[in-house]
């Protein structure tokens, strides 16, 4: 089945239910097709602290509320309802509705005003639930506060990309909170309860887990088939989807664009009815990706057309196609009876049911979160959320002979280099924050010196027509964006006395165009036109020039943009030529910024020399690289884990030409940094750490905070010790949990410019048995200078078993904030459920636990665990053929 078409032509409907059931039952992962879910399933579990969110009996309020509504409808009108844009049905006071508001991956994908936080592989790094809980409430409540406004939908395709760092060549890593199953789920449901709040009546917004399941490839993703073997899949790859649903009582679920060994996701009846709904009582609906039903029929001609995938689809279990497949072809589906109406009807409930929990149908007098103000967006409670953030998140990986913090008193002059150095570093699905910092602007400011920048940037724009809008731009700043013929654009008044050229730095993924620049209106008179050509890609910058005469004095700046259809350019920035910086400040350090070379161009032999000079000239270098989408981003892998283009060349000349370098690598993925590890003597890591990156930076450079961070990924040192990327088996020297080699840098590891120390060891109990509990328990003091944060992990190695199992597996931690000299004791509950003491057995199709001794461990990383104990678990009374009695998050701990 995994290679035949499902050709409707030769089908009838019975033959179609059961050719599609057949092929729900080729993916051997231990449960069979079932039956068709009429009822609404009961709340799962939402226990976890406590807290709750949608209660049973307001779900089936909604539930019923909408399948009255669902019945009023004629068969168009519900197929209408399908698709991403959803068409009003005025006769039943049915709004448009748009299932895809937009992306909320780190904060609100939209123009300004908006806060933008650390990406979730930064995020991860804080090792701290209660910060992504804080994050994500912000968000939502940015998300809310411009529904408020402008009615824009409350239905978000994220924040929660549970596809998890596996391979570090994946060009989505940065949007997934690490490597392990544990922190990702923990994080991951802590972001859904923020997303979706926890008024146990309406929903806040709506939350997505995705991109169901195993998509851990971009380059071939809309037809790649993950051949994946079932103890990956159940031990690994399920559980933190399976944490957002039974944790986080998440309500949509995006199924993803590839195949799982042989079948397309969104053609899964096994993955969105069997698993998702009968098993983890999934109370949602499942999305398909963009558009990934079509792709059922092409390119994975998993079905003869687009009838018999739509079909195929909705009776799999996906009842909402971001796109207009389902829209375009259920209804010659029916005609040809390869589905029923009854099935399209169950999901559009599922969708109105949804729609109904934000109270979308309700008076707004009745649903609490229309009372957020759009006052709190880009508010100053959430810009200190963004800088709290992003100094949790960032890492130190090495600091010998404490070269970090550095002594402001001791610098006259700081030189700053690399590509990323006055980058704000944003990531994917990054909205246009207005309070951006780069790391140059960061120590700048630091070191009390006014920032010279010789441009106009776009985010300096005043007024706008014709669709302008602000975005953010791959060079770390903002661009003006969806320009179209006759669009303009304001800029305040700027001094022309002395100048003889305008620049400005554009890019046109289309024909190009022309920039027409007024003084003083647009009716004014023209400085110059700037013709803009085509650059290859929307990101794609170059500079354009065009003379100035005869102009002087203060003048406003009208920019009229003129070319074909649709849109034409973007702009990042205006520079009026000559440009002569100001003296050095008296009493202050000299900053000196060089870029040196670009992330990924070939080596510019002018800009690079400049860099070194800069370098050997300075008391101290901050050479700042990094990858970032240039390199890996949604749709393209990187085929190299080591820095690109210029960069290492970069390193290694301003090192030799000035030994006093700290490193700081601004990037959106890990990088195989091994010669500068082994010579350059401070590192620190920060990973698109959000907004207020470059203040953090700068704080802990000159010792203002201390790093706490832990990595949530391990940082290998080459290809060479990465299987296969379209490997999925775990077990095959994936993540530290089976990797056994030398990494550069261990999963969770992070120093800090103080120490601490770990000891008294304690287990309440040496031995472990069904539905018991044991408390595992550690004192951790700061022996050092300076107050500081420590992780403390918990880890465990099951008992020999027959088959292969991790070499540890985290199931628990605790970030601890210490003062100098304070001790404090962190305690864990570690049950008997807790999965990483069970393993999928693949003949009895059941999780298994193998008795015998296991080991606990305590540290501060996973490669040092200097506390450990052996707790005997008894044999269990049954098997687990229902993952969902499984731990899916860290262990519950507590701070004494």
Known sequence: MTSQKLQGNELNRREFISTAAMAAGVLALGFGPGALAV??????????????????AAYRRAWRRAEALVKQMTLDEKIGQLGSQAPGIERLNVPPYNYYTGEALHGLLRSAPVTSFPIP?????????????????????????????????????SPVTLNLHRDPRWGRCEEAPGEDPCLAATIAVEAVRGMQGDNENYLKTTACSKHFICNNTDDDRTWVSA????????????????????????????????????????????????????????????????DAIDNIYDPHH??????????????AGCDLNCGGTLQANLKAAVDRELISEEEISLSVTRIMMVRHLLGLFDSAADVPYTKIPFEVVDSPAHRAL???????????LKNDSQFLPLDKGAINKIAVIGPMANVCLLGGYSGAPIARVSPYQGITKSLGVTVYRPYISADEMVASGGGVQLQSSSEGGMNLAYISDGSWAEFSKVDFSGKTELQARVSSAGDGGQIEVHLDGLDGPVACT???????DWQKWINVSAPLTGIEGQHSLFLRFRGGGGYILNVEQLQLNPSVPPAPEQGRPLVVLKQGCSVTGQKDDKMFQEAVDAARDADVVVLVCGVSDEVDREGVDRHTIGLTGAQPDLIQAVYGANPKTVLVVSTNNSVAIEWEQEHIPAI??????????????????FGDCNPGGKLPCTWYRSLDQLPPIHDYDITKGRTYLYFDGSPLYPFGHGLSYTTFQMDQFQMDAETLGPDEKTNVSAIVKNTGQRAGAEVVQLYVTPPSSPVKRPNKQLVGFQRVELQPGESKTVVFELPFNEQAFWYWGEE?????????????????????LPLSGQLTLKAASDLLAENRALNSVAVKSKII
């Open 386 to 396: 963004a800088l709290e953030a992003a100094r949790q998140t960032l890492v130190l």
């Open 227 to 290: 051949p994946v073997n079932e103890r990956s899949f159940w031990e690994y790859y399920t559980r933190a989807y399976r944490a957002t649903i039974l944790e986080g009582d998440v309500f949509t679920v995006m199924g993803a664009y590839s195949a799982l060994n042989g079948i397309p996701c969104c053609a899964s009846h096994f993955l969105m009815t069997e698993l998702l709904r009968n098993q983890w009582g999934f109370r949602g609906y499942v999305t398909s990706d963009c």
């Open 39 to 56: 009822e609404p399933p009961s709340a799962p579990s939402r226990a976890i602290g406590g807290r709750a969110g949608i209660s049973d």
């Open 844 to 864: 009895s199709k059941q999780f298994i636990l193998q008795p015998g001794t296991a080991k606990v461990q305590i540290g501060n990383s996973s490669a040092n």
């Open 684 to 701: 620190l890591c920060a990973v698109c750490a959000g907004q207020a990156q470059g203040t953090a930076i700068a704080e802990a450079l």
């Open 121 to 157: 592989l930064g995020l991860a790094a804080s090792w701290n639930p209660d910060l992504a809980l804080r994050i994500y409430t912000a968000i939502s409540d940015e998300a809310r506060a411009y529904d408020n406004r402008t009615k824009n939908g409350l239905s978000y395709y």
């Open 530 to 536: 700037l013709a803009v050509p085509q650059t290859g």
């Open 302 to 315: 998993y079905a003869e057309n687009l009838p018999i995938a739509s079909a195929m689809a909705v009776t």
